[in-house]
């Protein structure tokens, strides 16, 4: 739960920059939030959220 908590609030801020910078537009933006939410909600969201523990724990093991 931590690690999510912490993956969202740095992806929160990689989308907040990237919009600041005009590296990504609000449209392309809000078509990535909206991804993300259909994405947990497919039988997709099991594998990505072990993808992102697996690679978590590797990192925190270098």
Do not use: Q
């Not at 739960?1 to 990237?18: D, E, I, N």
């Not at 078509?31 to 969201?45: E, K, Q």
């Amino acid at each position: 739960m931590a690690v999510t908590v912490s993956l969202v609030a740095l992806f929160g801020l990689v989308l907040f920059f990237l919009l600041r910078s005009n590296s990504l537009g609000y449209g392309s933006a809000f078509v990535a939030v909206m991804f993300g939410f259909y994405l947990a909600s497919t039988g997709a969201s099991g594998p990505v959220t072990e993808l992102t523990a697996a690679v978590v724990d590797a990192l925190g093991k270098i």
